[in-house]
């Protein structure tokens, strides 16, 4: 079965360009997770899905970070415009159930110059 | 102070030797997990345990909730077990992440 499968792998961008990031959770898991994460730091929640539901966006900046999971499969986290402070990896991950075991796609390692 | 920290930050081992790491925490939990991360690759989940020991091949992951603490073990390293060993807590429906602990873990 495939894992949580995430696109692009790196993306290198001028800063105030948009970026979009892509996730396919695997199949049939009903919580999915974007995060943030620094070199040298864990990850940082952005954004939590219940299904199709955000549930906890709180730490998402909302003046120019945005998602979606329209029908509560995959998802996508876009930046507009990005900056030089958004470069990081950008780790999709997805459990069963919110209690559930986590899983990690391979992240999306963004370089913004 | 983090919710959540872990020990050492960076070790370095020759093969074979046994290795801890540990993480202490001070928020509740419902599970822990210890993830494990290659350069440049996603995160693995190595366990998620919520009482006692569990152990998988090499490695061995304890934890003691009354003293809020988690040791994840490998015996016998290996140098393709180099890599930053991450604990995370879930309290309720929240995740908080460790900084990861940087093993190298030298032929």
């Known amino acids: 079965e495939a894992g949580v499968v995430q696109s692009p792998r790196y993306k290198i961008i001028e800063k105030k360009q948009p970026v979009a990031f892509w996730c396919n959770p695997i199949?049939?898991?009903?919580?999915l997770y974007w995060y943030r994460q620094n070199l040298g730091q864990g990850p940082e929640l952005l954004i939590r899905y219940e299904n199709e539901e955000a549930v906890d966006d709180s730490q998402l900046p909302k003046d120019r970070f945005s998602a979606e999971r329209l029908k509560g499969v995959d998802s996508t986290l876009k930046i507009q415009p990005a900056e030089l402070g958004d470069s990081a990896v950008y780790l999709c991950?997805?459990?069963?159930?919110?209690?559930?075991?986590?899983?990690f796609g391979e992240g999306s390692r963004l370089t913004v110059l | 102070k983090n919710e959540v920290e872990q020990s050492p930050q960076n070790l370095t081992a020759q093969e074979g030797e046994f290795i801890t790491i540990n993480c202490s925490y001070s928020v509740g939990i419902s599970a822990l997990h210890w993830l494990q991360q290659h350069p440049g690759g996603g995160i693995v989940s190595l366990f998620m345990l919520s009482s006692g020991k569990k152990k998988h091949g090499r490695l061995i992951a304890t934890i003691n909730i009354q003293e809020k603490h988690s040791s994840l073990h490998i015996t016998a390293s290996h140098p393709r077990d180099s890599a930053v060993y991450i604990c995370a807590v879930k309290d309720g429906n929240q995740f908080y992440f460790g900084t990861g602990t940087s093993l190298t873990v030298i032929p």
């Open positions: 991950a997805s459990s069963l159930w919110v209690a559930g075991e986590l899983f």
């Open positions: 199949s049939g898991h009903n919580t």
